[in-house]
Every structure is written in C-alpha cells, then in structure tokens.
C-alpha cells in the first residue's frame, strides 16, 4: 500500500475508535495528522468535522478519517467544504464503493453502529482502492 497522510478526527462518542484507528494507520505506515478531540468529555462534533474538512482542503492531508456516533453529524459538517466528499461507510463494500465511484477522500464512520474490526477493514479498504474514473468522472465534478 503506498504511504498516504491521514488527518482524523473525532467527537466523544468516536474518540475511542478513533484511538484504535490512529493506531492501524501508524501500522500501516501513514503520516497521521490527528486533529482530536482526545477525551471523552463531550464535544460538539461540527467543531471537529469542520477541523478534519480545513485540513483536507488546504492539503495538509491527502485523506480525512472522521467519527462520531453515526458518522452522519460529523460528515454533514465535513461536505459543506469545497473539495471534500465525505462517505459513511458500514462496510467494506460501501468503503470500496465510496472510493471507486464517489472518489471520496473522507471516510466517516459510527463508532455506536459498527465495530472495531469492520471499521479497521473499511479504513484498510478506503485507504487501498483508487477511483474507478470513466463515467463516475463527470458526475463526480456535477459534486463540486
Ligand atoms: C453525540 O451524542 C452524537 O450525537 C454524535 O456523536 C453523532 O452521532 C452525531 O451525528
């Protein structure tokens, strides 16, 4: 896999899982850029997806990881940034989808839905597979 810089980031209910991901990317040997929050006290999650989505756009990371419970709050706030397109992914698939036909480059995931295992496997999974192109490159730029 080749080596990716990855900006995550979390709320209190994705802190958890966030700690377990910060520690599959470093093992996977990717530059981490980890933008919190690191306790479990709570935090409004906007504050934290608008953080991770800054960092993507202005190139501070090629990929952008965010958790909250859902995954949904944190990506709702990820995608009002031009440039970033924020998939939840349940699943591997989803994951692979979101890669090759959304050209996502923020993977967002529910820390309450899914659990650490399938998070690792998406996250490996995002991280591996490259846009399809083709006839997903013109519906993708109808997203910008
Ligand atoms: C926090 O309780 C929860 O609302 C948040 O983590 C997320 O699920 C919002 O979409």
Redesign the pocket.
């Known amino acids: 896999m080749t080596t990716t810089s990855v900006a995550i980031a979390s709320?209190?209910?994705?802190v958890a899982l966030k700690g377990v991901l910060v520690e599959e990317l470093r093992t996977l040997g990717h530059e981490v850029l980890d933008l919190g929050t690191n306790a479990t006290a709570?935090v409004d999650?906007p504050d934290f997806g608008h953080a991770l989505a800054e960092a993507v756009a202005a190139g501070r990371a090629e990929r952008g990881v965010v958790v909250?419970?859902?995954?949904?709050?944190?990506s709702i706030a990820a995608n009002r940034h031009a440039g970033v397109r924020a998939a939840v992914c349940h699943d591997a698939t989803s994951a692979r989808l979101a890669r090759e036909h959304n050209d996502a480059n923020v993977l967002a995931l529910?820390a309450?839905l899914i659990g650490e295992e399938v998070a690792k496997e998406c996250l490996r999974v995002f991280l591996a597979t490259d846009f399809a192109g083709g006839r997903h490159t013109g519906r993708v730029a109808k997203l910008g």
């Open positions: 709320d209190h209910a994705g709570s999650y909250c419970g859902t995954g949904i709050g944190i529910g309450r």
